[in-house]
């Protein structure tokens, strides 16, 4: 099998993929993922993909593939997940976030997150986008904040009148958008999104598509999708992850990095074509 | 969005920061604080049962099993023995049992099988105002009413169970009984008539009280039986009580039964509406209107005004409640935890 | 498929494929003995939910009937009569009731509540846990004569007398469990796409709590100190020794005095239920409809809250 040889290929995708971007780019996150366990079960294998300051990296790869356990590596939501066991680094600003002496807790704070489902709190569209402020202790003009991230995150307009309503009561891509706002109110670092669109219809998903691409000037983002569209349309960067069955398991590696433009228009591996013209999913 | 560029003027700078030193301490304390109050649970809990033990142990030691077999209690003579007691509480207890399961089932059979929705559509089809939206949720609400209802029951504080029990239960039944011992008196159960307190006015309150706990426990396992096990036995023909009595209560028979022993420890542990009705009277009888006592309504009673010699007898009667309802309650829980796992594992 | 085929014209030319069976048969009769014990249970059933719901309107209707007769203002002020008096009511065993649900209320809901979010984060095989749990579930079904018998044996007999904070302790003990218990479940009840969010944004498992857990689960949590007060407030049996009863009112002179024996509605309609008197048993009737309204109203407040519970 040349599985060895492919997961090498993905390093060597990601070398050019440096050197195209404008010389201002820098990586704010390395990660290089040689195994991921949960318990005895492999999850992830030679995976490394850096994340390049203020552009949108997107993960694509057919389900079960491992892409979110790999964005979730990156600000160690995993440590929450029983038995997990990580071997390689994450290097964030050049800092390993998985060293011993590291606060999960801290990490998770400059590297923000959104999830699949919308998922507010049971309070108000204000109390939801302060929560972050508050948990940084932030001494500051929390109302000034809260619209700030509220416009940026394209909510102000709809919910200026009622921000002392549920959070539970706006619809589902208000919600997701919510979710953004509260996410980007304290500045995060990095921004990963779990699917964000994939419980929403297509309007929904529009608007957030736009919004990242807005939000790309001023945030990094990392994203996991299962639209290939989507992240033809909203990536600067892709990741290409397919799932090795040859070992018994289903562990996920990456197969290819790039430039979007690279994968989705001259893809070099043989998976990644397959995938991209949609011969399986 | 024009106003984008706007935005990004104000406030670049980044909110984030590790936690404080301030966060961490909370965090730990908060920690340890959970942690030592759940410690404080478990020890709190059986520091309370070893106290009452080892409050029992004296009196142990001195009156021995002798205390469980004797029948007199008479302080003057330093005599004790609480054969009648214990005999007085389970046979109180079993008797509520019968008749708490027997209307407890129904009610929960009642309240699962969606009999309520039948009636209401029935009655509603009487006055031809069937097919009409606003009825939807009648069942439902109804059903819910009623459910209510059989909980407020449980929420009745028992000393007002014995007024009631004082003042209506025992002046209606006591013609009945009187009338039965009369016509009936050579069968055990009437071989006595009801003066006032007795046995069944004290069983037919608890069995009310215990009512509640095996209604509500039985139809959660009624309603947990999977509909699939229900649309099977209804495919093949089967009427809706050969679908329950074939396939629906032994599918929840354990959910009942643990019901039914949690019920049995309640009863067991019963005291003020026992110690009002059942006539507090130191005899066996198998007679339903004879006066008799309790474990419980023993403690009450005499607790009050006890000498210190009494009050360490009396312990060692609590201790010998404490250990009957420990062990039923026990048995019941077990069996429920089996009975949620074996469910767990269903689907 | 083939076989299939070849059966569908011939049954659909030839013969009916119901013919065999006789169509009457399916009409609904009580002639019918299946029919008839199913239509019997059913109404049997119907008769015995119907009876078993008969005590409650029972209890209900004497409560107004005798104790609605009684009710008044001087109820609520005076203290009880002695044995001939006329007049009189149960001031003092309004206040000692709440007095000690009030203490009993502040010593259960820490320790409940704490342990509770102890137990909703801790892993299912962890021992502590386990124990936490079972003995809760034990003490769900502890007879409240033994909290009694506790509580005087660690209480009375140390500090040498009945008082207000021995019937609180006891009471207390019969509290915890509901309110342990319906905690945990309105912790666990809190979405993990909630939980995950707050530790996503970085919050320690403090703020966690305090931020999302404990206000998200909070009606829940209301509910079930609710439905322990209610049955606290109810509870005679522990209080028979521990608090005993007083004829006085639990503060004299403004200072209240919590080491004295206390009155309580509960014991109050116990002892005037058994006296001779028309006076006191109308006074216990009309204590039992003031007991009985303030544990509907905690129990209905609480069943209000849990409908409020976010899912």
Redesign the interface.
């Known amino acids: 099998m040349s599985l060895a040889g492919e997961s090498n290929g993905a390093g060597v995708g990601a070398a050019p993929a440096r050197e195209k971007t404008s010389p201002e780019s820098e990586v704010v996150i390395d990660c290089h993922i040689r195994e991921l366990y949960y318990g005895t079960f492999k999850a992830v294998r030679d995976t490394t993909i850096p994340i390049v300051k203020k552009s949108i990296t997107a993960f694509i790869g057919p389900s079960g593939c491992g892409k979110s356990t790999v964005l979730r590596c990156l600000n160690r939501m995993n440590d929450l997940v029983r038995g997990f066991r990580f071997e390689g680094h994450v290097k964030y600003g050049g800092q390993d976030i998985y060293l011993p002496s590291v606060d999960p807790v801290a990490v998770r704070r400059y590297i923000g997150m959104v999830f699949q489902q919308p998922n507010p709190f049971a309070t108000s569209i204000f109390n939801n986008v302060a929560f972050g402020l508050r948990l940084n202790g932030y001494k500051g003009d929390v109302g000034e904040r809260v619209e700030q991230a509220l416009k940026q995150a394209g909510l102000w307009e709809e919910v200026k009148d009622k921000l002392h309503k549920s959070g539970l009561s706006l619809s589902g891509g208000q919600q997701q958008r919510l979710c953004i706002a509260r996410a980007i109110a304290t500045q995060p670092g990095v921004l990963l999104m779990d699917e964000p669109c994939s419980a929403l219809d297509p309007v929904a998903t529009r608007k957030i598509e736009e919004l990242m691409l807005e939000l790309k000037k001023r945030y990094t983002i990392a994203i996991v999708t299962h639209n290939l569209h989507q992240a033809q349309r909203v990536a600067d960067r892709t990741g290409f992850l397919y799932v090795d069955t040859t070992q018994g398991g289903r562990t996920g590696y990456l197969v290819e990095f790039g430039e979007s433009a690279q994968i989705f228009g001259d893809p070099q591996e043989k998976h990644t074509k397959e995938y991209i013209r949609g011969e399986f999913s | 969005m024009s106003t984008t560029a706007d935005i990004l003027e104000t406030a670049e700078t980044t909110v984030c920061q590790p936690p404080s030193r301030w966060q961490v301490i909370a965090d730990r304390t908060f920690r340890t604080a959970c942690h030592t109050f759940a410690w404080v649970t478990v020890i709190g809990i059986v520091f309370i049962v070893a106290r009452i033990i080892l409050a029992g142990v004296p009196a142990m030691r001195e009156y021995g099993p002798g205390f469980l077999t004797g029948t007199t209690w008479d302080p003057n003579k330093d005599a004790y023995g609480i054969l009648p007691e214990i005999w007085g509480t389970l046979y109180s207890s079993i008797l509520s049992l019968i008749i708490g399961t027997a209307f407890g089932v129904a009610a929960a059979i009642f309240l699962s099988e969606g009999y309520l929705g039948e009636f209401v559509f029935g009655a509603l089809r009487v006055f031809n105002l069937h097919f009409h939206p606003f009825w939807t949720h009648l069942p439902q609400r109804l059903e819910d009413l009623l459910r209510n209802l059989i909980e407020l029951l449980a929420a009745i504080p028992s000393v007002v169970y014995g007024l009631w029990g004082i003042f209506v239960v025992v002046p209606a039944i006591r013609p009945v009984c009187n009338w039965l011992h009369l016509k009936m008196g050579w069968f055990a159960l009437f071989s006595t008539d009801l003066s006032g307190p007795g046995m069944l006015p004290a069983v037919l309150v608890l069995s009310i009280m215990i009512l509640p706990t095996i209604t509500a426990i039985s139809r959660d396992a009624l309603t947990s039986v999977p509909p699939k096990l229900r649309m099977a036995a209804y495919g093949l023909g089967a009427t809706r009580w050969e679908t329950i009595f074939a396939v629906i209560l032994p599918t929840a028979s354990r959910g009942v039964f643990g019901g039914v022993v949690l019920a049995f420890g309640r009863a067991l542990g019963e005291t003020m509406a026992l110690a009002m009705l059942v006539g507090n009277s130191n005899r066996i009888s198998v007679s339903l209107f004879s006066p008799a006592n309790t474990l419980a309504a023993l403690l009450a009673n005499t607790f009050p005004e006890a000498r210190p010699n009494e009050v360490a007898v009396l312990m060692y009667a609590a201790l010998v409640l404490l250990a009957i309802t420990l062990i039923v309650n026990i048995l019941g829980a077990v069996i429920l935890q089996q009975t949620s796992k074996s469910q767990q594992g269903a689907h | 498929m083939s076989t299939l085929d070849q059966q569908l014209p011939n049954s659909a030319d030839d013969m009916n494929p119901f013919a065999e069976v006789d169509f009457f048969d399916l009409e609904k009769s009580l002639r019918r003995p299946?029919?008839l014990?199913?239509v019997l249970?059913?109404g049997?059933?119907?008769v015995?939910?119907l009876?078993?719901?008969g005590?409650?309107f029972?209890?209900v209707w004497?409560?107004f009937w005798?104790g609605g007769r009684k009710l008044s203002i001087a109820v609520f002020t005076q203290l009880p009569p002695s044995a001939l008096e006329a007049g009189g009511g149960f001031g003092n065993a309004i206040a000692g009731t709440l007095i000690m649900i009030v203490i009993a209320t502040l010593i259960t809901v820490?320790?409940?509540v704490?342990?509770a979010?102890?137990?909703a984060?801790a892993?299912p095989e962890d021992k502590?846990?386990q124990?936490?749990r079972?003995?809760?579930?034990?003490?769900?079904?502890?007879?409240?004569?033994?909290?009694?018998?506790?509580a005087?044996?660690?209480i009375v007999l140390l500090t040498g007398g009945f008082s207000a904070i021995a019937g609180s302790v006891a009471v207390s003990?019969l509290m915890?469990p509901t309110i342990?218990l319906t905690a945990e479940d309105a912790i666990r009840m809190v979405?993990v796409?909630?939980v995950?969010?707050?530790?996503?944004?970085?919050?320690?498992?403090?703020?966690t709590?305090?931020?999302?857990l404990l206000?998200?689960a909070l009606p829940g949590i209301l509910t079930g100190v609710m439905l322990a007060i209610?049955?606290g407030?109810?509870?005679?049996?522990p209080l028979?020794?521990t608090s005993?009863f007083s004829n006085y009112w639990p503060a004299t002179n403004g200072h209240l005095n919590l080491m004295q024996p206390t009155a309580s509605l509960?014991v109050l309609?116990?002892n005037f239920?058994?006296m001779p008197f028309e006076n006191q048993?109308e006074l216990?009737?009309a204590a039992?409809l003031v007991?009985?309204l303030l544990?509907?109203i905690t129990?209905l407040a609480g069943?209000a809250l849990s409908s409020r519970q976010?899912r």
Request: proline letters at 5%; hydrophobic letters at 60%; charged letters at 10%.
């Open positions: 299946r029919t014990m199913s249970l059913s049997l059933v119907t015995m939910t009876l078993a719901l005590p409650l029972s209890v004497m409560l005798r820490p320790v409940g704490l342990s979010v102890f137990l984060k892993k502590l846990a124990a936490v079972f003995a809760a579930k034990v003490l769900t079904g502890f007879p409240s004569i033994l909290a009694g018998v506790f005087y044996g660690a003990i915890l342990l979405p796409k909630m995950e969010a707050a530790i996503g944004m970085g919050a320690t498992e403090t703020q709590a305090w931020m999302v206000p998200t209610a049955r407030a109810g509870e005679t049996a028979l020794f005993l509960a309609i116990y239920a058994g048993v216990a009737w039992a007991l009985v544990v509907l129990n069943q976010v």
